[in-house]
């Protein structure tokens, strides 16, 4: 059974203050991660997807992959209360399905 | 304006009836999946189809239905074999191999 795990949560965080959400996945053979943040009754958007191992920057997120440790991780510089929502972690396995995480929920303190 | 629509966005359903959620996109898009969200729980897929004329099952298709006769719209039927049918139910799109980008605003479907 391929999972996805997250932290459910909730997240506290300063405004202005990095957040830190993580992520691991069981299936070693998994190529594409995703990070979607979904508003409370809203559907999910994407907001970053990282191949590689590393870094990848875009704007105030930073996606961080690490497969040899089987885990992903979201980084939100300088906080803002909009970002208070829940953020999902998407791995495309093997089998180039997607499987989700349940998802972690964040809240930004003003 | 480019984009998935779903409809309606609140469903109420009584007890052995079928009912039929709508998503119909313009991106222009080959493949659409189904999927279903509860509380606390991560998105678990029920149906995707990759081109016209043809569907797969997910994880949990058991009890729903679909069709794609058209590349524009892949309704989704809850049939009474659904037990357990209340959920948030989302469809999506993508250009076939890619990630799942493009959501509809979800339709929350109720048993009474």
């Known amino acids: 059974q391929k999972e996805v795990e997250q932290n459910s949560g909730p997240l506290s965080v300063p405004e202005g203050a990095i957040a830190s959400l993580n992520c691991t996945y069981s299936?070693?053979?998994?190529?594409?991660f995703f990070w979607y943040r979904q508003y409370s009754g809203k559907s999910p958007e994407l907001i970053m997807f990282?191949?590689s191992n590393g870094d990848k920057e875009d704007g105030r997120f930073t996606a961080q992959l690490n497969k040899a440790s089987q885990y992903v991780s979201l980084l939100i510089r300088d906080s803002q209360p909009s970002d208070s929502a829940t953020y999902l972690c998407?791995?495309?396995?093997?089998?180039?399905?997607?499987?989700w995480g349940a998802g972690t929920k964040l809240i930004i303190k003003p | 304006d480019g984009g998935i629509t779903q409809s309606p966005k609140y469903l109420f359903r009584k007890e052995g009836q079928n009912v039929t959620l709508s998503c119909e996109q313009n991106?222009?898009?080959?493949?659409m999946y189904w999927y279903r969200q509860d509380p606390g729980q991560g998105l678990r897929l029920i149906y995707y189809?990759?081109?016209?004329?043809?569907?797969q099952k997910g994880d949990i298709a058991e009890g729903y239905s679909v069709s794609r006769e058209k590349k524009e719209s892949f309704p989704l039927t809850v049939t009474s074999a659904q037990k357990n049918p209340t959920a948030f139910y989302l469809c999506?799109?993508?250009?076939?191999?890619?990630?799942?980008?493009?959501f509809g605003q979800g339709t929350r479907l109720t048993v009474v």
């Open positions: 999506a799109s993508s250009i076939k191999g890619a990630p799942e980008a493009f």
């Open positions: 991106l222009n898009h080959d493949a």
């Open positions: 189809s990759q081109i016209v004329n043809d569907f």
């Open positions: 299936d070693r053979g998994s190529q594409s």
């Open positions: 990282i191949y």
């Open positions: 998407a791995v495309k396995s093997s089998n180039y399905q997607l499987i």
